[in-house]
């Protein structure tokens, strides 16, 4: 099989993160990826993955492959990031977060809505649970749900100094089996590798947009076969040929 170059933004959020804009919607999202020649992109909400498959039916015959995401928060109120190739999968571990959410209701007024949208933005429901709060779920046993629904688990913006792995513990455990870290569009890569537990992981580049003009701001390009978690994966650890091309920033 032949291997070929792929750009990712791989921390996308939607009208259904709390802190995301109306704006992000499915279609909206879609056609601003196009628009970037993005060929990847991951739909990384808030402790929720209700929006992955209106983001992924509204994707459909546009040649974007869009990657089911989640951003969850952990007891430690570090963000870790989980992709997945089924949808199945990352609405498994939505169930498993759900169950681990601090109670709580979303304030409206001052988190903003949580919308869950159709392929034609069409609103199927505003989401009540406080999706902004951490959960109860310490950040070993994330990584261990991720991995058995056969996902990758990536440390959030490492380089911030809140709900970061490092802002919240200052360090990685060696023995804390993630995939790779995740650094900010403006963060410093060599300056993170300074870090405990840092320098033994790949590195990814996302822009964590919350509105569609900072969708693309930074990227992650990959070789690979095809545009899969699978691949991404094997990319991650360097397996047959295929590998990470670097991240970039826009200007």
């Known amino acids: 099989m032949s291997l070929k170059a792929f750009t990712a933004d791989l921390h996308v959020h939607t009208c259904l993160s709390p802190c995301g804009e109306f704006e992000m919607t499915p279609i909206g999202i879609v056609a601003a990826a196009v628009n970037k020649q993005l060929d990847v992109i991951a739909v990384c909400d808030h402790n929720s993955a209700g929006n992955v498959p209106g983001v992924r039916a509204a994707a459909a015959g546009t040649g974007l492959a869009v990657i089911a995401g989640m951003e969850v928060a952990t007891v430690e109120e570090a963000h870790v990031l989980a992709y997945f190739d089924e949808t199945a999968a990352a609405l498994a571990l939505q169930e498993i977060v759900y169950t681990h959410l601090l109670p ?135 397996e047959a040929g295929r590998h990470l091309l670097g991240g970039g920033v826009a200007s």
């Open 104 to 238: 709580g209701e979303n304030d409206e007024d001052l988190f903003g809505m949580q919308i869950v949208a159709n392929e034609r933005d069409e609103v199927e429901k505003i989401e009540q649970r406080l999706l902004i709060g951490a959960t109860t779920l310490d950040v070993d046993a994330l990584v261990a749900h991720i991995h058995r629904l056969g996902g990758l688990a990536v440390a959030s913006h490492i380089d911030r100094e809140s709900n970061s792995l490092i802002g919240q513990l200052g360090m990685i455990a060696d023995d804390l089996p993630l995939d790779a870290v995740e650094v900010s569009p403006r963060g410093d890569v060599e300056a993170m590798q300074s870090y405990p537990g840092v320098s033994r992981l790949p590195v990814l580049r996302a822009s964590d947009a919350h509105q569609l003009d900072g969708l693309g701001r930074a990227v992650t390009r990959f070789c690979v076969a095809a545009p899969t978690v699978a691949e991404i994966g094997m990319a991650l650890r360097s």
